[in-house]
């Protein structure tokens, strides 16, 4: 049985933070409370990414949820998915279902109970919604970088006519950098936005092309010449941020999701893009879903491969194999971060075989085949386990829902630690509970160092 265990230094950071706090009568935190009794701050260890929906605003999550649960302190990076690449090759925004929503981005009026500092917007402020509501978490809690996601499953159909020649992606980079570094927002017949308005709301820029070369949504752009552009797009976008950075005496991030089927990373140049990025985010689940309606059931996003997997010879995933994967590619440790799922598929119709409903088949999807874990925690069933795997499932009988536990979190933590990589992403922060578990576990497998 193979579980990952915390390096020395995360106990002994743990340790002496424990110390201060019994020697000051409270539980140490990074803050201005901390600050205020000559306390050093502890200093999150790894890059802890998170994506932020655009549409959570439309089901009650917002920047203040991420205020309130406590994940903002337990983060380095908010992830704000999605911005769209338009058909002429450039950052845009919109009010059109399907293709924009500047309406939640910066235009909705944000009232007090809803705003991180509890302030309601005012008629006449050029920035608004969620990009505004950003900006005061990162004052909030200056550890926070934000980083717009380009693309995803949906919009990235023009992806590789914006990459295809030196003066499309030179094109594109610099409407991505002028829309949202700069902050140049189109008005759109409103009063939000205009030259400056959203500057300071982002520091990097994240690049969610599914998928260079195919294998993505229908009706998407693909050409075989698509792997070595995908390298030329993000040298033009390292070297335009470098340019911008060196004006302003900043860096800026540039990260990119990235598959984790071979077949789909077989179609990237691994090792050049490397180079370019402060690191990959690996897409490491959706190993086993909804599109295998009838089953077999099997783990979303297990950490190590079971060799009872009745998966097909070259489709039975873990996180583990492709992480090996991208480093025998090139891809150095420190410039990987693991991805880790806040949602689980389930199945119905399931019968319990030996392992209580794993690996067996199914008449069809449970509750529409997809939930959050702040759902899934609270359905009838049992939790089991397979700590040699690093999987956690839930069986009631007849449903069988595969997801990760915050024990799984941590563990899948503390194996980024082990191994070197850079941290851990999460799709994403609106499916967690509102305590922030699956983060705070996240959290617990990381650790911390003092400043």
């Not at 920035?127 to 005061?136: A, P, T």
């Not at 005496?249 to 540039?254: G, M, N």
């Not at 880790?340 to 008449?363: D, I, N, S």
Request: with cysteine; proline share 6%; glycine share 12%.
């Amino acid at each position: 049985m193979r579980r990952p265990t915390p390096v020395p230094g995360a106990r002994r950071a743990a340790a002496l933070l424990a110390a201060l706090a019994v020697a000051s009568g409270t539980l140490l935190a990074a803050g201005p409370a901390a600050q205020a009794h000559g306390l050093p701050q502890p200093k999150l260890t790894g890059e802890r990414v998170g994506y932020v929906t655009q549409w959570g605003v439309y089901s009650g999550f917002s920047a203040k949820s991420i205020d309130t649960s406590g994940q903002a302190g337990k983060l380095t990076v908010l992830n704000y998915a999605f911005g769209n690449v338009s058909a002429d090759g450039t950052c845009f925004e919109a009010n059109e279902a399907g293709v924009g929503d500047a309406w939640a981005d910066y235009q909705r009026p944000v009232d007090a109970g809803e705003a991180v500092d509890g302030v309601a917007d005012t008629a006449g402020q050029p920035l608004k919604g969620s990009f505004n509501q950003l900006r005061k978490l990162k004052a909030k809690h200056p550890q926070l970088r934000t980083v717009i996601s380009l693309g995803g499953w949906t919009w990235s159909k023009y992806f590789s006519d914006a990459a295809l020649t030196d003066a499309s992606r030179r094109k594109l980079v610099s409407s991505c950098i002028d829309l949202y570094l700069k902050g140049n927002l189109p008005q759109l017949g409103s009063t939000e936005g205009g030259k400056g308005a959203g500057a300071g709301v982002f520091d990097g820029i994240d690049i969610d092309w599914e998928y260079p070369g195919g294998g993505g949504d229908d009706g998407n752009v693909v050409r075989p010449q698509d792997g070595r552009n995908y390298t030329l797009l993000m040298q033009e976008f390292r070297r335009q941020l470098d340019d911008l950075g060196a004006r302003n005496r900043t860096h800026y991030l540039l990260t990119a999701a990235v598959p984790a089927g071979k077949p789909k990373a077989d179609q990237l140049e691994l090792k050049q893009v490397s180079r370019s990025v402060d690191w990959l985010n690996l897409m490491t689940y959706d190993f086993h879903g909804p599109w295998e309606a009838q089953g077999p059931t099997n783990h979303l996003a297990n950490l190590y491969t079971d060799r009872a997997d009745p998966s097909p010879a070259g489709q039975g995933y873990s996180a583990d194999q492709v992480v090996r994967y991208y480093r025998s590619r090139g891809v150095p440790a420190d410039r990987l971060v693991l991805g880790v799922p806040f949602y689980g598929y389930g199945w119905t119709g399931v019968p319990a075989g030996r392992r209580h409903g794993l690996y067996q088949p199914a008449t069809g999807l449970a509750a529409g085949g997809t939930a959050p874990y702040k759902q899934i925690k609270d359905l009838p069933g049992t939790v089991y386990s397979d700590p040699a795997s690093g999987t956690t499932w839930k069986y009631d009988g007849t449903d069988f829902w595969t997801f990760d536990t915050p024990e799984v979190l941590t563990s899948k933590a503390r194996y980024t630690r082990t191994q070197g990589l850079r941290g851990v992403m999460a799709w994403s922060l609106d499916n967690d509970d509102a305590r922030g578990t699956l983060v705070s576990a996240l959290d617990a497998g990381l650790g911390c160092r003092l400043r």
